[in-house]
């Protein structure tokens, strides 16, 4: 279950990339011309993922609820 989640965080983020290059391309051509749309949503894609990691990563340290069993020994 746990792959799965993370290959549909994957395809979403990439899904994002996508959608940011074609925004860029479509409000902005001169900045992101059409011939490299495709390389620029996957390597946006792959940022949007590289940072949605992290911010699972510190949100896991920060709000884990990971159990001590030292603490749960006694109960």
């Known amino acids: 279950m746990a792959l799965a989640r993370e290959w549909i965080i994957f395809a979403l983020c990439l899904g994002a990339g996508g959608h940011l290059a074609l925004g ?3 409000h902005s051509p001169d900045l992101w011309p059409w011939s490299r749309a495709g390389l620029y949503g996957l390597i946006s894609g792959l940022v949007i993922y590289v940072l949605v990691q ?5 949100w896991s340290r920060t709000y884990g609820k990971e159990s001590n069993p030292e603490q ?3 109960d």
Request: glycine share 10%; hydrophobic share 75%; no cysteine.
């Open 72 to 74: 749960n020994a006694g």
């Open 54 to 58: 992290a911010l699972r990563f510190l």
């Open 24 to 26: 860029v391309v479509l």
